[in-house]
């Protein structure tokens, strides 16, 4: 008999985080540190009223860049990543697939800015690599869970070239079909954001227009990219992709020429660690390693946990205030029309931008990183969770308002919450190293910071680190997906819910 | 109580029921018989959508929430009859007299060593009480049940019965069990292709006057 009332793991793994997150605020610091930030907040959205087309060539040019970094980064990776796939169940492919997964893409941009300069096989390798690892693990997925019954019945003796094509590919390919089309909205972004570190992308032409103060052009970029990914399946077309990946090439290519000088200097001097290159003994090595690691990797790991923590937690109230205004339950058609309009302005719109235009209004602080992790992962969580709500049939003498949801709606969705905010928890944590980049002490920050001194073996081992990092919280999170029995269904990869969900 | 005058019904589209005419007054205990898709369970939404107050209702899916205790689900009952910050606490901590009030119900259908378990994890006969439990914490002048004891044995079915007779003054059932059906209630209705063709009290019926519905 269970004589007392107990609460469900769920509830008890939930409040360890909100209190984790809780001790995480005292180390972090939240401030807004300008001094007019409201008054910057409304000339920012007083440009929304007049956006600024006159620029429209170097619009253009940024916007042709960014779609075709995207579109040669994506269709790379998906080639290479069906490849690997193959051999996915090779143990050591499965783990530098994780480790390069583990690393953003931003970081492989400014290591390969080191070996190739500005030349387009830095924006190529920094999409494709991280892609083609992400690829090479969905896919394997997809062929794993794939029904296999036409397989069996194939005769042994035919080729497993053909067997693939006639017996697998027809079943699984809507599954990869979606996928790749979800992941080229998602290369999108990273292409965009790539003009951040000096790539000519959508992000370089923001960065500039910003900091000039030309707001009307900062939301002339920012409409027409809600526009280029709103429209997605009507110009992403089989009939099309050919002729996009023919003339990316063009777009992208310019005057800059690889250095093989810096290619050797870089794997044979730059990246090996200072006291080797010195000759230095081992104390003095010890010494080297010790400073870095006290004074730049601890100090950057607490802040990215830190931010990280408060973050997942931020993202999931958001997520749990977010879904309602999307959900047949509690919203007439026209109040959800504003509810997806707002979740989708707020989810298409990288975080690292969004975070980049609050620090420019609020100064650098962990607020704004913080503010802008949890709209952007709370808007994409909500809308997952807002249409699943829909699924769900209530009584004809269900409750209503506030009652409904707590009752009725919350306790049915919990499970599938938990389960999408522990898949973003990794996707959250490679953002919140990411944002250092922008001011914020996190990894991302000590990286930065040591690729400016030209410190290269530093950064490698700080990025080495960020992407361990990444790998135990990926576990982590797995390990409590297991232990509370969330699961997500697997046939909901055929829609966008389960990509958009693990990235 | 029940006034209903050539009333018509549609379930996904099609006609299920036509041209009801059924009167029914305070204290009665109707019975609704009738081969599966005679029209039952359309006639027991109808009645709910025309006097939805003060009405409990047992609906043939239950309508449980897995995730929430058993005790959870019949304070859902009457949520409405208390304020959302009550009901947000009790929620969070089950109020010591509402926990009270839901045993002694459950203990009256057999259930009350259930009563902090998640729905998820019972059979879907103790699911079904769960959900009679509710109406009976709801309370209210009418009770409308839909198959209420289908997934029930015979000794558990009369005791569900029992308690949901004794708890409403007037009550209708909707019931594939003819035996069930003549020794609970006192007036029988039924149904076939979406239309009443007997409406007569139980005594002055016998098994083999209802068979001829099957």
């Known amino acids: 008999m269970d004589s007392a009332y107990k609460h469900s793991p769920a509830w008890n793994v939930s409040w360890l985080f909100v209190l984790l997150a809780g001790f995480s605020l005292f180390f972090s610091d939240i401030e807004i540190i300008s001094l007019e930030p409201w008054q910057e907040l409304k000339r920012l959205f007083m440009g929304l009223l007049a956006p600024d087309w006159s620029n429209l060539s170097e619009i253009g040019e940024a916007f042709l860049q960014t779609l075709a970094f995207a579109i040669l980064g994506v269709a790379g990776g998906s080639v290479i990543g069906f490849l690997l796939a193959q051999i996915f169940h090779w143990r050591w492919i499965q783990v530098s697939c994780a480790f390069i997964r583990a690393i953003h893409e931003l970081f492989w941009a400014l290591i390969f800015l080191q070996i190739f300069g500005l030349h387009p096989l830095t924006g190529l390798l920094a999409i494709g690599l991280p892609y083609a690892a992400t690829f090479a693990k969905v896919y394997a997925e997809i062929l794993e869970e794939g029904d296999k019954s036409a397989l069996q019945a194939v005769s042994l003796d035919a080729s497993r070239v053909s067997t693939f094509f006639y017996a697998r590919l027809p079943d699984l390919w809507q599954h990869f079909k979606t996928y790749t089309s979800y992941r080229l909205e998602c290369g999108l972004r990273?292409?965009?954001?790539?003009?951040?570190?000096?790539?000519?992308?959508?992000?370089?032409t923001l960065s500039s227009a910003f900091m000039e103060g030309h707001y009307s052009v900062v939301w002339a970029l920012l409409l027409l990219f809600y526009l280029l990914i709103a429209t997605i399946r009507y110009w992403v077309r089989p009939a099309l992709l050919p002729i996009y990946i023919i003339a990316a090439p063009f777009i992208v290519a310019n005057d800059s020429t690889i250095s093989f000088d810096n290619v050797q200097r870089f794997f044979t001097e730059d990246i090996i660690p200072a006291p080797i290159m010195r000759g230095e003994s081992l104390s003095e090595s010890w010494?080297?390693?010790?400073?870095?690691?006290?004074?730049?990797?601890?100090?950057?790991?607490?802040?990215?946990?830190?931010?990280?923590?408060?973050a997942l937690v931020?993202?999931?109230?958001?997520?749990?205030?977010?879904?309602?205004?999307?959900?047949?339950?509690?919203?007439?058609?026209?109040g959800r029309t504003i509810g997806h309009v707002l979740l989708v302005i707020l989810r298409t719109t990288p975080e690292y931008i969004l975070a980049y235009i609050l620090l420019q209004l609020w100064g650098p602080s962990m607020l704004p990183a913080i503010v802008a992790l949890a709209l952007h992962n709370g808007a994409i969580i909500g809308h997952l969770i807002g249409r699943y709500s829909i699924e769900i049939q209530l009584r004809v003498d269900a409750s209503r308002g506030l009652n409904r949801y707590f009752y009725e709606l919350l306790p049915r969705l919990y499970g599938q919450f938990l389960a999408f905010l522990f898949y973003r928890w990794e996707i959250i944590m490679r953002e919140s190293a990411i944002l250092g980049i922008l001011g914020i002490a996190t990894l991302g920050f000590y990286i930065d910071s040591s690729i400016q001194e030209l410190?290269?073996?530093?950064?490698?081992i700080l990025i080495f680190i960020t992407a361990l990092l990444n790998v135990l919280v990926d576990s982590l999170s797995r390990y409590l997906r297991a232990k509370l029995r969330l699961r997500t269904n697997v046939d909901c990869r055929a829609t966008n819910d389960y990509c958009t969900a693990r990235e | 109580m029940i006034q209903l005058q050539s009333e018509t019904a549609s379930y996904h589209g099609v006609k299920t029921l036509h041209d009801i005419d059924l009167q029914v007054s305070k204290g009665e205990k109707l019975a609704l018989v009738g081969q599966s898709g005679s029209g039952k369970s359309t006639l027991i939404k109808l009645i709910y959508e025309h006097y939805p107050v003060n009405t409990a209702l047992v609906p043939q899916d239950y309508g449980l929430v897995n995730n929430l205790s058993v005790y959870h689900n019949v304070y859902i009952?009457?949520?409405?009859?208390?304020?959302?910050?009550y009901n947000l606490i009790n929620l969070i901590r089950p109020k010591a007299?509402?926990?009270?009030?839901?045993?002694?119900i459950l203990t009256g259908l057999q259930l009350e060593e259930y009563l902090f378990r998640p729905v998820g994890r019972l059979s879907g006969g103790q699911k079904q009480r769960v959900a009679v439990a509710?109406?009976?914490?709801?309370?209210?002048?009418?009770?409308?049940?839909?198959?209420?004891?289908?997934?029930?044995?015979?000794?558990q079915s009369k005791v569900v019965l029992k308690q949901m007779l004794s708890g409403f003054s007037t009550v209708v059932l909707a019931l594939h069990d003819?035996?069930?059906a003549l020794a609970f209630c006192d007036r029988i209705i039924g149904l076939e292709k979406g239309r009443i063709v007997l409406d007569s009290p139980a005594e002055a019926l016998t098994e083999k006057d209802l068979l001829s519905l099957y």
């Open chain 1, 190 to 204: 990273s292409s965009a954001i790539l003009g951040f570190v000096g790539l000519p992308t959508l992000g370089y």
């Open chain 1, 287 to 310: 010494h080297w390693l010790s400073d870095l690691l006290i004074n730049q990797a601890l100090p950057g790991i607490a802040n990215t946990v830190v931010l990280t923590q408060v």
């Open chain 1, 314 to 334: 931020a993202s999931g109230i958001l997520t749990l205030l977010f879904f309602p205004l999307i959900s047949t339950h509690f919203f007439k058609p026209a």
């Open chain 1, 455 to 460: 410190h290269f073996d530093k950064a490698m």
């Open chain 2, 77 to 85: 009952g009457c949520l409405e009859q208390h304020s959302t910050f």
């Open chain 2, 97 to 104: 007299d509402q926990v009270e009030m839901v045993r002694t």
């Open chain 2, 134 to 155: 509710r109406s009976l914490f709801q309370k209210g002048l009418l009770l409308l049940a839909d198959e209420p004891v289908s997934s029930v044995d015979e000794q």
């Open chain 2, 178 to 180: 003819i035996q069930l």
